[in-house]
């Protein structure tokens, strides 16, 4: 199995989630690029150099933004399904990296 491909796909759909609803809302595009930057370098460190060590880094860094989806879905009283949207994808992508690094420590 190659997590690295559902890793990158993940990675981009976040990416275009984020964008899109960043946009619906009306978050400066300053905004949306600073949130952007960590998972564009990620998404380029994996894409390039996959290793065990940077997907348990990016584990971390992901719960970061687990707890800001968090906070948009279960604290708005009307959150958008583009919300609901992205922290199904921050989970999926949090869990294809936990296995992805499994899967990397088990390649050597």
Known sequence: MNLRKY??????????THL??????GTPLIGIFIWS???????????KNPSAKLYQIFGFIILIYFMSAC???FG?????LLSWLEL??????????????REQLNVK
């Open 71 to 73: 906070l948009i879905v």
């Open 7 to 16: 890793y990158l796909i993940l990675i981009s759909a976040l990416l275009v």
């Open 20 to 25: 899109f609803q960043g946009l619906l809302i």
């Open 88 to 101: 199904i994808e921050i989970v999926a992508l949090f869990l294809v990296a936990v296995f992805a690094a």
């Open 76 to 80: 708005l009283p009307d959150a958008s």
């Open 37 to 47: 930057l960590p998972l564009i370098i990620f998404g380029y460190q994996a894409y």
